[in-house]
């Protein structure tokens, strides 16, 4: 039951984020050097979403599996990569 809750709070935790981040333009390294645009958060903010529901099912219809654990580690790999994404340019510096 841990690796479903964790996973639930973790993707809903970055959903938030990359909504929120979703409301401003970005800066130059972001927006223009790694093409993280609003629309790009907002896309990342649904595939968050569907890991948090992903997790809501696999914990309701297996309950003892250890799918989530598989699950768990996929929302790791996508989260990583939306961080590392738009990292250089989260400091809205354009020097």
């Known amino acids: 039951m841990g690796w479903d809750v964790a996973g639930v709070i973790a993707s809903l935790l970055l959903a938030l984020a990359a909504a929120v981040r979703s409301r401003s333009a970005g800066g130059f390294?972001?927006?223009?050097v790694y093409g993280m645009t609003?629309?790009?958060?907002?896309?990342?903010?649904?595939?968050?979403?569907?890991?948090a529901v992903a997790f809501f099912a696999v914990a309701w219809w297996w309950p003892r599996s250890g799918a989530t654990i598989w699950l768990f580690a996929a929302f790791v790999l996508f989260a990583v990569l939306y961080l590392t994404s738009f990292l250089r340019g989260a400091s809205e510096a354009d020097d």
């Open 38 to 51: 609003p629309s790009a958060h907002r896309r990342y903010t649904l595939i968050a979403v569907a890991f």
């Open 29 to 32: 390294y972001d927006a223009e």
